[in-house]
């Protein structure tokens, strides 16, 4: 039905009901094959409306899934559809009920229509932290979120309201805490803490007080919820917090361990002990090596050996004499001159 004017001011359409919004409500989004852009379309009143509109149209299951599929991941939980047309009073002239209707009731308003739609929402996991420090899972849905959780918190002490509906002290109280999980320190994730406000008697909670920062009494009860989700009525979907969710946040804000710095040493303290050390290693491996050691001019005096005879290097030379002999007939001739003739 897209978007107009009334009594020149823009005004929307929900798709699906017909209901007039002043803003645009959520709208339908689909990818194309082959690309990552996203096209949206249409407005509805809230997520459920959106999904029941799929079902009216004329296209095929791979594609509806997929538009499903993507309103879910919107959301950040399963979204079920809406309650049929026929069911709308300002709509069953023009619509028939389906022929397999279980229930037959007439939505006579818009805000109506939301709480049916609000009444489809899955049930969730929650993690209940008693005073004593121990968590364990439990089950809830819409009506239990809605009733703060008062029947899984202690009790606080104190008379009723005139109507016997609330206590007058410690009715219970939510708070959202942006934490981190371990190995994901970049990214917040809000969790819905339901408690008793004050003290009342009540046991301190140590544990919740140190994860949640601030002084607790009593038992808690954590859960996810979706983040800014577009409807026309405000509302809170609650979604599953589990004891792995507990334990990684846990985990995440436990205190570390400061890091010991190994203390440095002075230039003073590097001499007087380190170098120091070193030179005496030093003196005492050259100690070791030099203990068996001679004074070189004790060594030359003990090698110097008297100089040779001719006789001992003549018989080195010529052991048979033979070369000696030789030369000595040779040097007798030379002296020896023949008489001339008269």
């Given at each position: 039905?897209?978007?107009?004017?009334?009594?020149?001011?823009?005004?929307?359409?929900?798709?699906?009901?017909?209901?007039?919004?002043?803003t645009?409500?959520?709208?339908?989004?689909?990818?194309?094959p082959?690309?990552?852009?996203?096209?949206?379309?249409?407005?509805?009143?809230?997520?459920?409306?959106a999904?029941?509109?799929?079902?009216?149209?004329?296209?095929?299951?791979?594609?509806?899934?997929?538009?499903?599929?993507?309103?879910?991941?919107?959301?950040?939980?399963?979204?079920?559809?809406?309650?049929?047309?026929?069911?709308?009073?300002?709509?069953?002239?023009?619509?028939?009920?389906?022929?397999?209707?279980?229930?037959?009731?007439?939505?006579?308003?818009?805000?109506?229509?939301?709480?049916?739609?609000?009444?489809?929402?899955?049930?969730?996991?929650?993690?209940?932290?008693?005073?004593?420090?121990?968590?364990?899972?439990?089950?809830?849905?819409?009506?239990?979120?809605?009733?703060?959780?008062?029947?899984?918190?202690?009790?606080?002490?104190?008379?009723?309201n005139?109507?016997?509906?609330?206590?007058i002290?410690?009715?219970?109280?939510?708070?959202?805490?942006?934490?981190?999980?371990?190995?994901?320190?970049?990214?917040?994730?809000?969790v819905?803490?339901?408690?008793?406000?004050?003290?009342?008697?009540?046991?301190?909670?140590?544990?919740?007080?140190?994860?949640?920062?601030?002084?607790?009494?009593?038992?808690?009860?954590?859960?996810?919820?979706?983040?800014?989700?577009?409807?026309?009525?405000?509302?809170?979907?609650?979604?599953?917090?589990?004891?792995?969710?507990?334990?990684?946040?846990?985990?995440?804000?436990?205190?570390?361990?400061?890091?010991?710095?190994?203390?440095?040493?002075?230039v003073?303290?590097y001499?007087?002990?380190?170098?120091?050390?070193?030179?005496?290693?030093?003196?005492?491996?050259?100690?070791?090596?030099?203990?068996?050691?001679?004074?070189?001019?004790?060594?030359?005096?003990?090698?110097?050996?008297?100089?040779?005879?001719?006789?001992?290097?003549?018989?080195?030379?010529?052991?048979?004499?033979?070369?000696?002999?030789?030369?000595?007939?040779?040097?007798?001739?030379?002296?020896?001159?023949?008489?001339?003739?008269?």
């Amino acid at each position: 039905m897209g978007k107009g004017k009334l009594h020149d001011k823009p005004m929307y359409r929900c798709d699906y009901t017909g209901v007039p919004m002043p803003t645009a409500g959520f709208q339908l989004g689909q990818t194309k094959p082959g690309s990552t852009k996203v096209s949206k379309t249409g407005n509805f009143l809230n997520a459920e409306a959106a999904v029941a509109y799929l079902y009216l149209l004329d296209i095929d299951a791979d594609t509806r899934k997929c538009m499903h599929d993507w309103v879910n991941g919107q959301v950040g939980a399963v979204v079920s559809p809406a309650p049929h047309l026929s069911r709308l009073q300002w709509l069953q002239t023009y619509v028939a009920p389906p022929p397999d209707a279980a229930e037959n009731y007439t939505i006579t308003n818009a805000e109506y229509f939301d709480q049916m739609c609000i009444s489809t929402f899955a049930p969730f996991t929650a993690v209940h932290l008693s005073h004593t420090g121990r968590a364990t899972e439990i089950a809830g849905d819409y009506r239990t979120a809605d009733s703060y959780f008062t029947e899984h918190l202690l009790p606080a002490p104190g008379g009723t309201n005139p109507d016997g509906t609330r206590e007058i002290f410690g009715w219970p109280q939510r708070m959202i805490a942006n934490l981190s999980k371990a190995g994901a320190k970049k990214t917040k994730w809000p969790v819905h803490v339901f408690y008793r406000p004050f003290n009342n008697a009540l046991p301190p909670n140590k544990t919740a007080s140190s994860l949640f920062k601030m002084q607790l009494w009593g038992d808690v009860v954590c859960v996810y919820a979706t983040k800014n989700e577009a409807s026309h009525y405000p509302r809170q979907r609650y979604t599953s917090f589990t004891l792995a969710d507990f334990d990684q946040i846990k985990s995440a804000a436990a205190p570390k361990r400061k890091r010991v710095e190994p203390q440095a040493l002075t230039v003073e303290e590097y001499n007087q002990t380190v170098k120091q050390g070193m030179r005496d290693d030093l003196r005492a491996v050259e100690h070791v090596s030099t203990s068996l050691a001679e004074n070189p001019n004790v060594l030359a005096r003990a090698q110097v050996m008297p100089p040779p005879l001719g006789k001992e290097l003549a018989s080195i030379a010529d052991p048979s004499g033979e070369i000696r002999a030789g030369l000595k007939a040779q040097a007798l001739a030379a002296r020896t001159v023949e008489p001339t003739a008269a």
